[in-house]
């Protein structure tokens, strides 16, 4: 079995985000039903019931870890049920909580060698005890065999880390481990978490194809939504991202394959699907998609 729970949702800045007055994050911030707040994306997997592995450690992991009894401690003064975290990327929303379980605790830390090497640039993540949180470079698609669960990370179509940025062509597209996906199986069952991807490819179809779950990169409902709205300057293929519902997105990509079940994840604070009472929500259920919030569970 694998035990899946988001601990977050949302892109990077959560929703609300702390300085936007737009309509979403007005009505989110007012504990509006139809649009509750989620935290940046985040989720915890699990084999046994006992083990977890955080995958994505967002800047909300303390609130996160807090609202999910699974993953609080249950023996001795000290302790957690979580046994790693795993990495698809060095973004800010999802290295920064690691600083978060700094407080002397033995775990694991999985990742690309790219982003290994983003945290070993910066000194801030000294504060992880190197001698008690294990650093371990992963090569694509290098089984982990942990508690009766096998991952793989894979290359996915994405970019380097905005703070990592430089040279003549910062956003350029690159499929080399900066940016990854999370394959789950349990012998019987497989689950992909992708939650930064810039385009589909051939290769990345004939992966989800067959898959029991795919939670996927919903961070835009349009590509240039975020100008149109008067948000900011860059487009979601400039931030590394498909969208949602342009004609070379996720709807259109995911359509003629064969998945058990779709959930849009990382979704930013602009994107209307966030509102239950949109037609833009109503337009991805009709799809055959659902929309992840914070708390959300499934056992496959």
Known sequence: MIDVIVLGAAAGGGFPQWNSNA????RARAGDPAAPARTQASIAISGDGEHWYVVNASPD????????????????L???PIAGVILTGAEIDTIVGLLTLRERQ????LATRPVLDQLDANPIFEALDRSLVARHAIE??????????????????????????????????????????????DGRTRMLFIPGCARMTPTLRKRIEGADLVMFDGTLWQDNEMIRAGLGQKTGQRMGHMSVHDADGAIVSFKDLTIGRKIFIHINNS???LLADSPERAQVEQSGWDVAYDGMRISL
């Open 23 to 26: 309509e979403g994050c007005r």
């Open 61 to 76: 992991l303390r609130q996160q870890i807090h609202q999910t009894r699974e993953l609080h401690p249950r023996h001795g």
């Open 106 to 109: 033995s775990f694991e830390l």
């Open 271 to 273: 994107n209307p699907i």
């Open 140 to 185: 694509p698609e290098e089984p982990i065999a942990r508690h009766g669960l096998t991952a793989r990370l894979f290359p996915v179509p994405g970019k380097v880390p905005l703070y990592a940025e430089k040279g003549e062509n910062p956003a350029s597209i690159v499929e080399n481990g900066e940016t990854v996906g999370l394959e789950v199986s």
């Open 78 to 80: 000290r302790s957690t």
